[in-house]
């Protein structure tokens, strides 16, 4: 309410300043009036929150004083916790315990500060003698804090420390006391693997950074912390090896974060769309993970990676089309078998995108491509089908979409029965009462079990969506309709950029030392060198002639 | 101040060449369609290849003497303010109604053979359409696409003429000049007026990665399109003999011979869509190269906002140009070869002896003052 209140005040002066500049510049008047709008809303809106924030200024010498800014800064808040203890020789001195109950350790708090600190031994004259003490040798907790400012002191708090006053000392010190209940590290549910680690991240920052620092336990590893969302306050952390990634595309993440002016931040989803390269695009230019090997694995190739709390999904910056096509057991798996199932996998995208228009496509204009014998059996077929074949195509796919979400929803008990239901309605009952023809039932379900063949779901999003245009594009004109929207898909997605590095890398421009790692995946004595775009800093990570080999007196039968 | 931002690298500007010389044409194949002797259509076109190089090497060294400019800046530097722009705009001129024919093209080829009852101007505005759009995105993306395409160009091509393997006879390549050296001529001349579209490269050297490449990315695209043309051509009068001349559409004929099994049958229509994505990139080629034209010889600063007035204008030249798809079989027969020829060469010639008798007097200085800039 308050904040609503400040910035409608500063927006009063605003229009002032417009109409002034209007009367000046009649010809740019449209753009400049946006332009002045935009940058003055800014302008009202920053000092608006700058001054909620500062309410505090530095801390008193009272306690007593302190005490009640706490407590009404907190608005008398249920999970605040303000302890009074009188400590000291004689209990001279009185020392206020602040946490928030919840985000504390409680066990950390009364053995190693509460019980310590009442020690009625020491032998302090003066407050600040006190607190040194206190500083440098009674709080057994590893990271201690001081400061002189209200807001400051009230952030550690909100975070889970621990904040110590005592009285007539003007600072205060904050313990790192953080602890609450989080989830168990799992098996990520949404990337599943076969092989390969089977942790994932989870809504705790500092648990999810360690999960990266144990895979790169080297000191060039940099977790920068940022703190986005002026009420939230959510902390976002930059991940990268220092001397492979490229300074500069970090520097740009630190800007584009930077820019952030957001009240809140729930998800990084909310970041990815603050700060990606084609806000319109059907396909997301960020790629998104929860298996910490997959952030690992880019960062050895020099991408940056953004860790946000809260949420156990990280995003991973440059990002490119054939990483969102890409599972990190093509990496672990035997590398026939790998590039073979990355070939099925680019098979399923291109089959998911345009299976239903092909189909349409076909039995609408091009009949003579299908053996005779097919498409009398098709013809047959949709003999009793009242409808032309893409409004059939068009009908099924909604309601095998409808179907998908309901399966996302359900509740576990209901679920087996709806999706039998579901695949009895859509599947046989359907098809009986001529609503649509049993080829389109196959190639409707053909169409959705490729779709969840990309090991990234937001890609496989983008196409579903299109789909929808495909099968429209070629009900109106046939192959030529499926042509003209793979075109101005391929134009879109060479077009775009994420971070600097073309979007379709290495197909599109062709980044020929990259070729290893597209179709097929070379063994990994052979993966000399990182993405060329990306990991130009430090180009060659392995060592060359690594190809395992038997020991050279083994060729002949020397067991004999 | 600069017009286009992007860079291509020499193999993007190889693709782009092949797909310029190679598609456009290769659905009507003017080569072998209505001439005298079809059986020796593929000498010409070898032979058109071999001769093609002098040309475009012209064009090459010409070019590649103001590596920091387009055709049409340095003609303006040789020729002066007035005629240097006349070069320039003739040049825009050639170029659209290149786009013209190919935007015909494709209308033609699929009302012809796929959809008759569909009115052309839908293919033609689909196409001028999604051309425009990547001509928009400047070249950097119509390279990457040209160099995507090509592969899939080369696959494709390679399929069409190895898969109808059954239905050549290679008896009908017999006999090898039987009437003498003239009905060879003509279709020598068709195989170099295509050729020399070559000369929208003086549109690339600036924005080229590294300008040496240019020598060998035109001689490569000279060779790998001649190759391909060549082997279409032998395919073609492999499989159809003699009768190819009268063939409306021969390359899609070849395609419609290819069958596998009893399965896959008439899937001509594959590799008809492989070359209208291809026409399309080479369309959005030229209507970026005209735009880019038009902006240096009127001084805008951004080319993009001439994409969709030139691509409507292509369009609109494509329905007024010719009045059916035979008039366009007539317009590559009769006009387009000795247009094509005398235009480029000519506008080459112009500006190489330009060039010379600056390059003696007082243009060397500041030819020297740009590469000083330049390097």
């Not at chain 1, 390269?277 to 997301?284: E, G, L, Q, V, Y």
């Not at chain 2, 050549?168 to 390549?173: C, G, Q, S």
């Not at chain 2, 003999?241 to 559409?249: C, I, R």
């Given at each position: 309410m308050e904040l609503l209140c400040s910035s409608a005040k500063y927006r009063v002066p605003t229009q002032f300043t417009v109409n002034k500049t209007l009367d000046k510049d009649d010809l740019l008047m449209l753009r400049s009036l946006t332009r002045l709008l935009r940058k003055n809303m800014w302008a009202a809106s920053k000092p608006s929150q700058t001054k909620k924030d500062s309410t505090g200024g530095p801390l008193s010498k009272n306690v007593k004083v302190n005490e009640t800014l706490i407590k009404q800064s907190f608005g008398n808040s249920s999970d605040l916790v303000v302890r009074e203890l009188r400590v000291g020789p004689g209990g001279r001195f009185t020392v206020l315990v602040v946490y928030v109950d919840g985000l504390v350790d409680k066990t950390l708090i009364s053995e190693n500060l509460i019980e310590r600190i009442s020690d009625q031994t020491a032998k302090w004259c003066n407050p600040e003698q006190a607190y040194d003490d206190l500083k440098n040798r009674i709080i057994a907790v590893s990271d201690v804090k001081e400061t002189g400012d209200l807001d400051n002191f009230l952030n550690h708090v909100a975070r889970g420390d621990c904040g110590l006053i005592i009285n007539d000392v003007a600072k205060a010190l904050v313990a790192d006391t953080r602890g609450w209940a989080q989830r168990k590290i799992e098996e990520p549910t949404t990337e599943a693997t076969i092989r390969g680690a089977k942790e994932g991240f989870v809504e705790t920052l500092r648990t999810n950074t360690s999960l990266l620092r144990r895979r790169v336990k080297h000191p060039r590893l940099r977790i920068e912390e940022h703190e986005i969302g002026t009420i939230s306050k959510t902390s976002v952390a930059i991940a990268y090896i220092s001397g492979l990634a490229d300074e500069k595309v970090v520097q740009e993440v630190r800007n584009r974060l930077g820019r952030i002016n957001v009240d809140s931040i729930q998800e990084s989803g909310q970041i990815e769309e603050l700060i990606e390269?084609?806000?319109?695009?059907?396909?997301?230019t960020i790629l998104r993970t929860e298996r910490p090997d997959k952030v690992a694995g880019a960062l050895f190739e020099g991408r940056i990676a953004i860790l946000t709390d809260g949420t156990p999904f990280a995003l991973i910056v440059p990002a490119t089309f054939t990483m969102f096509l890409t599972s990190p057991e093509d990496y672990f798996e035997r590398t026939f078998m790998a590039s073979a199932v990355r070939a099925i996998r680019y098979l399923s995208f291109f089959t998911s995108l345009t299976l239903p228009s092909l189909y349409v496509a076909v039995t609408t204009f091009h009949q003579e491509m299908l053996p005779t014998p097919l498409i009398l059996n098709i013809a047959s077929q949709r003999e009793g089908v009242p409808f032309p074949a893409v409004v059939e195509a068009l009908l099924m796919e909604v309601l095998f979409e409808i179907l998908r979400e309901a399966g996302v929803r359900l509740p576990r008990i209901v679920g087996p029965a709806v999706s039998i239901i579901g695949g009895l309605v859509i599947g046989e009952a359907a098809m009986r009462a001529g609503l649509v023809s049993p080829i389109m039932v196959v190639v409707v379900a053909a169409t959705g079990i490729a779709s969840f063949a990309t090991p990234v779901f937001s890609v496989a999003i983008g196409a579903r969506l299109l789909r929808f245009i495909m099968v429209l594009l070629a009900g109106s004109i046939g192959f030529f309709g499926i042509v003209a929207g793979l075109f101005a898909l391929a134009t879109h997605l060479t077009s775009l950029r994420s971070f600097g590095v073309p979007f379709m890398e290495p197909i599109a421009p062709a980044v020929v030392s990259q070729f290893k790692d597209l179709l097929a995946r070379v063994p990994w004595w052979a993966m000399h060198t990182r993405p060329a775009l990306v990991?130009?800093?430090?180009?060659?990570?392995q060592g060359y002639d690594q190809k395992p080999k038997p020991p050279a007196s083994s060729g002949k039968d020397t067991h004999r | 101040m600069e017009t286009e931002g992007g860079r291509i690298s020499g193999s993007q500007l190889l693709a782009l060449l092949v797909l310029t010389r190679l598609v456009p044409v290769t659905i009507e194949f003017p080569l072998v369609t209505g001439i005298e002797v079809p059986q020796d259509a593929w000498i010409s076109s070898l032979v058109g290849t071999v001769l093609s190089i002098p040309p475009v090497l012209l064009m090459v060294h010409l070019s590649l003497k103001y590596p920091d400019k387009t055709i049409i800046e340095y003609s303006q530097l040789l020729l002066g303010k007035f005629f240097g722009k006349i070069i320039g705009f003739v040049l825009v001129w050639y170029w659209l109604s290149i786009a013209a024919t190919m935007l015909r093209s494709v209308g033609d080829a699929y009302t012809t053979a796929v959809m008759p009852e569909t009115p052309i101007l839908a293919f033609i505005l689909t196409v001028g359409f999604l051309s425009a759009n990547a001509a928009r995105t400047g070249l950097e993306v119509v390279g990457r696409l040209g160099e995507v395409n090509m592969l899939v160009v080369l696959l494709f091509g390679f399929l069409t003429l190895t898969l109808p393997y059954k239905v050549?006879?290679?008896?009908?390549?017999?006999?090898?000049i039987a009437k003498g050296i003239r009905p060879i001529m003509l279709p020598t001349g068709t195989a170099i007026s295509f050729f020399v579209q070559f000369i929208i490269l003086g549109m690339v050297v600036p924005y080229l990665n590294n300008p040496q490449t240019l020598t060998k990315s035109s001689l490569g695209a000279i060779a790998i399109s001649g190759f391909m043309m060549t082997a279409f051509t032998v395919a073609l009068i492999a499989v159809f003999?003699?009768?190819?001349?009268?063939?409306?559409?021969p390359a899609f004929s070849l395609g419609r011979m290819i069958s596998i099994g009893e399965f896959l049958e008439r899937i001509e229509i594959i590799p008809m869509g492989a070359w209208t994505i291809t026409v399309a990139i080479t369309l959005a080629f030229f209507l970026w190269a005209s735009a880019v034209a038009i902006a240096q010889l009127l001084g805008?600063?951004?080319?993009?906002?001439?994409i969709y007035p030139l691509a409507a204008i292509s369009v609109a030249f494509s329905i007024l140009f010719f009045e059916s798809f035979l008039d366009l079989e007539l317009y590559f027969k009769e006009v387009w070869v000795p247009y094509s020829l005398t235009l480029t060469l000519g506008i080459t010639i112009i500006l190489y002896v330009a060039s010379l008798i600056r390059g003696r007097s007082s243009a060397s200085e500041k030819v020297i003052g740009s590469c000083h800039r330049n390097g």
């Open positions: 390269d084609a806000p319109f695009s059907p396909f997301p990991g130009h800093k430090d180009l060659v990570r | 050549m006879n290679f008896e009908n390549l017999l006999p090898v003999g003699p009768t190819v001349s009268s063939l409306m559409l805008l600063r951004r080319f993009q906002a001439l």
